[in-house]
């Protein structure tokens, strides 16, 4: 592999060179569910590869991804979500079972397990500058949470319509950024680093992946086992043998909002470029495979990788 590019400071005295630093990187880590979990590896391998992250913009999944390496905590919950099976992350949704409130899950649950783990951080403590990505329904704008706590800020920015519960900020009702900035660039473009750095899960579909469907010998049973039935994914839920693939309510709508999100991104993109843009597949997973974090983490390492090594990079 080329030798990571180094920026030096000073110059020579003598034989004898100043040391050297990092070159530095603002990280953009865009939404995509349990699919964004591929930030972790693209995270660690970046960092491996010699750079220094010094400012991170996150939404959605890479608001949450990016607030807990923003406090240090990655690696502890990369083994947490690690250990986690198909009934572990159900256990972590809280339905509420009707759309009162706004959506069909809590949300405190999870965030009460990133607490457990992380701790309740205020971002401006953060030891790199942090900007988590929201949107503002009400005045239909795109808002940077760039002070105070750190999970109501991801709280916010995962807030996708009819699943999770809008979130209230300061008297602003807050819902998912990846409606209006699913790869957040443009935080980033004022912060003092060499590099800006974006990683996508809107990336083109491949057709060649595997399609992971569950079986089961078991139906739901009862009218809160019907009702779930209707909107987990199927492999999150029970399949009768043999019988065909049905997507439920909540894999449809992750389909359709891959679709406007990855749309959506490749024209923000285009306008506001990053020094290096590395893609995932937006079929890759479903948003919900949070199971599979071994294997998403792995792949993110890999594209992480692979694009370090094709890129020849000019300091901005």
Known sequence: MPATPSIELGSRIGDDKLPTRKPTVALALGAGGAKGLAHIGAIEELEAQGFEIVAIAGCSMGALIGGIRAAGKLDIYRDWVCSLDKFDVLKLVDWSF???????????????????????????DLPIAYTAVATDLEREREVWLT??????????????????RPHLINGRLLVDGALLNPVPVTPLIREPADYVIAVSIDGPAETNLPVEI?????????????????????????LEPGKAHEPGA???????????QANLSRLRLAAYQPDLLVQLARNVSSAYAFYRARELIELGREKMRAALESWHPSPR
């Open 98 to 124: 009707s759309f009162a409130g706004g959506g069909l899950i809590k949300g405190e649950k999870i965030i009460g397990a990133m607490l457990e783990l992380v701790g309740d951080v205020r971002i401006e």
């Open 147 to 164: 002070r105070g706590s750190l999970f109501d800020a991801v709280r916010a920015s995962i807030a996708i319509p009819t699943l999770f």
């Open 214 to 238: 569950s079986a089961g010998d078991t139906k739901p049973r009862g009218g809160i086992g019907r009702l779930l039935g209707r909107f987990l994914p199927s492999e999150l839920r029970a």
């Open 250 to 260: 909540l894999e449809l709508l992750g389909q359709s909002m891959d679709l406007m």
